[in-house]
């Protein structure tokens, strides 16, 4: 099978021109600059004209629910709502139910994928207070690496002894394995909580999370992390960055890096007025200053990259204030046109883009042959354009839980196709069914 993709603008390494590609079976086998595409006979031509072909996204986060929790979502609704938005590849996070904390109960997604993953998958590996010995025994070819809850969250996977964390980054950096972390001080926050309830009830408003979880509870936790890296030379991600403070650990050392992730970049804090607890993630959306601040940082090199953190619960879990209220939100569907709206902001540009979703995560975790456009990679792209506005409506949505902060939200770029492994598997508003991703290799 054969594929020509023509007129369209190449955004890749750096670089936006107008440019072909050209697939064959699932690799990408050329790659020729200028208007002309190169001659010669192929299964299917596809038109980009006005069109932007970036590399598939790289999604490093996402929460599929998927075993345990498919009451909210399981890996073939939210592959299929990631093949929509043009992310080709994730990295699922482990606490779902049983937690990925086990070599079986990471051979048991990765079985679940195999039969269910419309794209490319991998899975983090869950650290608790005491297995840390399971780590040698981990394939490093399989997985991206290892997930700390430095902070409490959906699913309780608190690591917090001072011991356990210590082996933890420990252990990690004699096996070169990255350490993602969620940062934010429970202890800290469980205080917040009780005075919140103290002064306010049972069920604080949703506006108040952000003091509940708050600025210092995230610094403090951060701090914690980026000093046992320092000790150990541990490869250190830091999950979702929130706020202005944070950001000054990060764009010194190479092995120490943060993530943002779309619901941080685009809302704050007044938006809990409008949109109320479909906004509420842990850690909090918190202040335009903040806001502001990773938006800057995206540019400046001290945000490494951009995930989703996509993260559904049913609707009826939404209701209510700080307590009742569940933590998180679905964005994979609307992740790149929504950081593709902010570069008409100004505020990054398409190359940033390719950079932070596409590029950094495939070199940050050594991902084989995905996230660039090079010649003998995997033909993992997307093309978007911008010449027709759509608007977010349920019909629209595909995570399974049938809710999105966005919508109504009306957005100028749409994602037009997606290719995984060579497979054109979404074409403007048609999904092919049948599609199924690969098991990602690293390192
Ligand atoms: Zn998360």
């Given amino acids: 099978m054969s594929i020509l993709i023509y007129g369209g603008t190449i955004v890749n390494e750096g670089r936006t021109y107008r440019g072909s590609i050209v697939i064959e079976g699932e690799r990408i086998a050329q790659i020729k600059e200028g208007e002309d595409a190169p001659r010669g006979n192929y299964d299917e031509e596809v038109d980009a004209t006005g069109c932007f072909i970036f590399p598939g996204v790289i999604d ?25 938005g043009g992310v080709t590849s994730y990295f699922d996070m482990p606490n779902t139910n049983p937690h990925t904390t086990s070599l079986e109960t990471l051979e048991e997604k990765f079985e679940l994928a195999r039969r269910k ?33 430095m902070g409490a969250s959906t699913g309780n996977m608190l690591v917090d002894g001072r011991e356990s964390l210590r082996r933890i980054f420990g252990t990690a950096a004699e096996l070169g394995l990255p350490v993602m972390t969620h940062c934010e001080d429970t202890r800290q926050v469980n205080e917040n909580m009780r005075r919140a309830r103290a002064e306010y009830g049972d069920d604080p408003q949703v506006r108040s999370h952000p003091l509940i979880r708050s600025a210092k509870a995230c610094y403090d936790s951060t701090a914690q992390a980026v000093a046992l890296a320092r000790e150990y030379g541990t490869r250190l991600h830091v999950a979702h960055l929130t706020t202005a403070r944070e950001l000054e650990f990060f764009g010194q050392e190479s092995n120490i890096t943060g993530e943002a992730v779309i619901a941080h970049l685009y809302f704050c804090d007044k938006d809990y007025e409008t949109r109320g607890a479909l906004i509420k993630c842990n850690p909090a959306v918190k202040t335009s200053h903040d806001r502001e601040a990773l938006r800057k940082g995206l540019v400046d090199g001290r945000i490494f990259t951009v995930g989703t953190d996509h993260a559904p619960h049913l609707l009826s879990e939404k209701q209510g204030g700080c307590a009742r209220a569940a933590s998180g939100m679905p964005m994979i569907q609307f992740s790149l046109p929504t950081m593709l709206e902010l570069s008409d902001g100004g505020i990054l540009t398409l190359e940033d883009i390719a950079t932070l979703m596409c590029h950094h995560p495939a070199t940050l975790f050594g991902v084989r042959e995905r996230g660039f456009i090079r010649q003998g990679y995997v033909a993992d792209l997307v093309i978007v354009g911008n010449q027709r506005p759509w608007k977010v409506t349920e019909d629209v949505i595909q ?26 598997i979404y074409n403007e508003g048609v999904f092919d069914e049948n599609s199924s991703g690969q098991e990602i290799r690293f390192r």
């Fill in 60 to 84: 490093e986060h996402v929460h599929f629910r998927d075993p345990g929790l498919t009451e909210k979502a399981d890996i073939e609704s939210e592959s299929r709502a990631a093949a929509y």
């Fill in 399 to 424: 995570s399974k839980c049938k809710w999105s902060p966005m919508i109504g939200h009306e957005y100028q770029w749409r994602v037009c196709q997606t290719f995984c492994n060579g497979h054109l």
């Fill in 117 to 149: 993953s419309h794209v490319n998958y991998s899975f983090f590996f869950g650290a608790t207070n005491d297995n840390s010995a399971l780590f040698g025994d981990l394939d490093r070819c399989r997985i991206p690496g290892v997930k700390l809850f």
